[in-house]
C-alpha cells in the first residue's frame, strides 16, 4: 500500500488525505468542486500549522505531508492506487456511480472502500466486479484526531481485504474495530437516535442549545454535547443517515425530526455552512448560540 486516493475532499475527505500523508503515504485527493478542492488545501495548511504550533509536528514534516498530497478534478488521474477510498455525499445512487465508475478504471489490485457512516457496503460492493474488494473504512470526524476506523466487512468481502485494511488502519496509529454491514453500522445506530432526541428536545422546550450540550457533557462525561456535534458532522449528513437507518432498519425511530429537516432545507448545515444550532461568524467553535434558538 503507497499509493492511495480519496474521492471527495470534504470534511472527511480533506481529513483522511491529510492522516494518510502525515503517515508518508502517496495521497490523491479527488473532488467534482474546484472550489472545494482550494478549500481542502486551505483546511489541510492550517491544520498542519496548528500542528506545528502545538509542536506535535515539526515544519520539515508539515512540508513532506503537504508534497505528499496531490489535488485533483480528473477522476482519471486516481486509477493507479492500491487503495481508494470514496467519502462523498452521503448519497447512495452517487456512490454507486462512482464505485461502479472506480471499478471499471482501476487494476484488479485495488480496493475500493467507502467512508460511508450508514449506506450498505453490500450494495456498493454489488455495483462492482471486485465484490471482495469492497469493505467500509469508516473514519470518525476530526479524522487527524479520532483513534477509531469502523470498519464494515460486507456479505462479499474477503479475509485477505479486511486484514490488509486492518493492518493499514494500525499504520496511521488508528484502532480499526470491525463489525458487520446493517445501516448505520455501531457508531450511528447508536449516535443518531441522541442526536435525534436532543433536536427533539431542543424542539419541545426542554432546555436551551447550551444546556443541551452542558447536561450531557457534564452529566454523561461527553467531551461535547449533541447539539454542536451535529454541527461537526453536517445537519445534512445527520439527516442523509437517519433517513439510511429510517429505510433500512424500518423503525419509526430512526425519522429525522422535523426541526433537523427545517434547518437542512434552510441550508443551515452546521460548522460547514457558518450556522447550525450554533453560529459561527466570528469563531469555528461552538462559542455563540444561533440567533434562532436564543431566546
Ligand atoms: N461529517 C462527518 O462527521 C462524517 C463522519 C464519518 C463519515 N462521514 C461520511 O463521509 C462521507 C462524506 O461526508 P462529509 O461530511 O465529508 O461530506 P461533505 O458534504 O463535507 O463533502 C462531500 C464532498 O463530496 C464531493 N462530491 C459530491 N459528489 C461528488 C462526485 N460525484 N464526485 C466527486 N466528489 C463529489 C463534494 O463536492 C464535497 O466536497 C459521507 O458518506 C458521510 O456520511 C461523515
New binding site residues.
Partial sequence: MKQISV???????NGIAQTFALFEFKVKL????LN?LDNAKKTILRNLERMVNKEVITHSELEKTSENITYTNDINSVVNSDLVIE????NIE??E??FKELDGKCPEKTIIA??????SITKLANATKRKDKVIGM????PVPIMKLVEVINSTHTSKETTNIILDLSKKLNKIPLTVNDYPGFISNRILMPMINEAIEALDQGVANVKNIDGIMKLGMGHPMGPLQLAD???L??CK??LEVMLNGLKNEKYRPNKLLVDLVNEGKLGI?SGEGFYDYTNSRKAEFVSKRFCQ
Fill in positions: 474521492i471527495g475532499c470534504g470534511t472527511m475527505g479527488y473532488d467534482i468542486s472545494n467519502a462523498v455525499s452521503e452517487i456512490k456511480s462512482i467507502s467512508n460511508t457512516s450508514s449506506i469508516h473514519f470518525m470526524n461537526l458532522i453536517g445534512d449528513v442523509s443517515i460547514k
